[in-house]
């Protein structure tokens, strides 16, 4: 892999490298002599911006948080109905994708499965999966949904299978039949349709 022209600010450029680096190969297998080589720059000037990987790694994991959830905020910005404003969550990882190019599975997920309890990182795992859950049991009561905190529970369970369907299929593509999200979001609004709510109704 060739290192990347400097035309924009370090920071900026160890963040992309890193990200890609981190979502494509994993963050223990991902050395930092890597990311540099990516990104063009020197190990001073990564530990001018970062301290040290650590550091490096929770910069990602909040970079990357704040994208989702400012896509997130837009696909809702455009719905009106309650129903669809629930299941948005599935419209919104679509539009996260088309915008980023992933669909490897949830970073955050796979960060989860890496990362040791006092990583500093974990406030941003943390903040991931408070919206997820805040943001849909918000979403629920704005719906009617008789109990909302079942049915953010049950919506986060098929996002999280969608993700992790999505990261079994990058591995192994004679197992694809169809979008995992799609399929997701179909049953979710099924389920909702089930206790009486429909979208776009």
């Known amino acids: 892999m060739t290192t990347r022209p400097a035309?924009?600010?370090?920071?900026?450029?160890?963040?992309?490298?890193?990200?890609?680096?981190?979502?494509?190969?994993?963050?223990?297998?991902?050395?930092?002599?890597?990311?540099?080589?990516?990104?063009?720059?020197?190990?001073?000037?990564?530990?001018?911006?970062?301290?040290?990987?650590?550091?490096?790694?929770?910069a990602?994991?909040?970079?990357?948080?704040?994208?989702?959830?400012?896509?997130?905020?837009?696909?809702l910005a455009e719905l009106d109905d309650q129903v669809d404003r629930l299941l948005s969550l599935f419209d919104a990882v679509n539009r996260y994708r088309q915008r980023e190019g992933n669909r490897r599975g949830c970073a955050f997920l796979a960060a989860a499965?890496?990362?040791?309890?006092?990583?500093?990182?974990?406030?941003?795992?943390?903040?991931?999966?408070?919206?997820?859950?805040?943001?849909?049991?918000?979403?629920?009561?704005?719906?009617?949904?008789?109990?909302?905190?079942?049915?953010?529970?049950t919506l986060l369970l098929c996002y999280d299978g969608a993700l992790a369907r999505s990261a079994r299929e990058w591995t192994t593509p004679d197992l694809a039949a169809g979008d995992p999200v799609r399929r997701a979001r179909d049953l979710a609004a099924a389920w909702l349709a089930a206790r009486g709510h429909v979208p776009g109704t």
């Open 7 to 58: 035309t924009r600010p370090a920071r900026e450029r160890l963040l992309t490298a890193a990200g890609e680096l981190f979502y494509e190969s994993g963050i223990a297998a991902t050395g930092v002599d890597a990311v540099l080589q990516r990104a063009g720059v020197s190990p001073a000037t990564m530990y001018a911006h970062f301290a040290g990987k650590d550091g490096l790694v929770a």
């Open 113 to 153: 499965t890496e990362l040791p309890a006092d990583h500093p990182a974990q406030p941003w795992l943390q903040a991931d999966s408070l919206l997820l859950t805040a943001r849909l049991r918000e979403l629920a009561v704005a719906a009617g949904v008789d109990d909302p905190d079942e049915a953010a529970a």
């Open 60 to 75: 990602y994991l909040e970079e990357r948080h704040q994208l989702w959830r400012a896509t997130w905020d837009d696909v």
